[in-house]
């Protein structure tokens, strides 16, 4: 089936105000991505979709795509201590129902 | 905002009991989702449904039911709970098909002893 590699695989650590790119890597031709960020324990939400591979901007966050690489990243800009959590990729199949293939996650810790 | 409430939040069971987790969305949304998580990876399709009444297998479906009864409310049942079935579950809304974005629960963690 289809496969999702994230990465910095586990984890990732920042001091605050450093850039962050998290990246995502799937193993068949998909149509969509999503980024959902999850505090620990907490539910998923969604921070950025593309149904199109546009690039996707949010405040300090932006999705960048490239289909022909089967690669997507989150870009956070500035980082901030309450951006520290983990932030997982999910990629869809066009007409689908929305059925997502999801990445096991980057956890990303943002230190003063 | 989008709302889909969960209960129990947290569980224990025991080996071989019958477990039943709720979900309800108030956001009027056709398409409702039980994913689960395991600590280290995503999150796995379990079932999912479009209307009330229906459900669908998803990636994971083994072990478990789904019941539909209205538009408002999915659950997820465990017939025979095992300890393979020890995960966080995470119960989504979506408006419709082909990316919408989807609307998570908080999670309801199961521990099955």
């Known amino acids: 089936g289809q496969q999702v590699q994230q990465s910095p695989p586990a984890s990732l650590v920042l001091q605050e105000g450093e850039n962050a790119e998290l990246q995502c890597t799937y193993s068949t031709t998909l149509n969509s991505m999503q980024w959902f960020y999850q505090r620990p324990g907490g539910r998923l939400v969604s921070l950025l979709y593309?149904?199109?591979?546009a690039e996707q901007r949010g405040g300090r966050l932006t999705s960048s795509a490239a289909s022909n690489e089967s690669r997507s990243s989150l870009h956070i800009s500035s980082s901030q201590i309450t951006d520290s959590g983990t932030y997982l990729c999910a990629m869809g199949l066009s007409g689908s129902f929305n059925k997502l293939t999801f990445g096991a996650g980057t956890r990303l810790a943002v230190c003063p | 905002e989008a709302a889909v409430t969960q209960s129990p939040r947290s569980k224990v069971a025991v080996t071989g009991g019958k477990v039943t987790l709720s979900c309800h969305q108030t956001?009027?949304?056709?398409?409702m989702y039980w994913y689960r998580q395991d600590t280290g990876h995503g999150l796995r399709l379990i079932h999912y449904?479009?209307?009330?009444?229906?459900?669908e297998k998803g990636d994971i479906p083994d072990g478990y039911k789904a019941s539909r009864p209205s538009q408002e409310n999915f659950s997820l049942i465990l017939e025979l709970a095992s300890l393979s079935q020890t995960a966080v579950y995470f119960c989504?809304?979506?408006?419709?098909?082909?990316?919408?974005?989807?609307?998570f629960g908080e999670g309801s963690r199961l521990i099955v002893v």
């Open positions: 956001n009027n949304h056709d398409y």
């Open positions: 989504a809304s979506s408006v419709g098909t082909d990316g919408n974005t989807l609307y």
């Open positions: 449904s479009y209307v009330a009444d229906s459900t």
């Open positions: 593309s149904p199109s591979w």
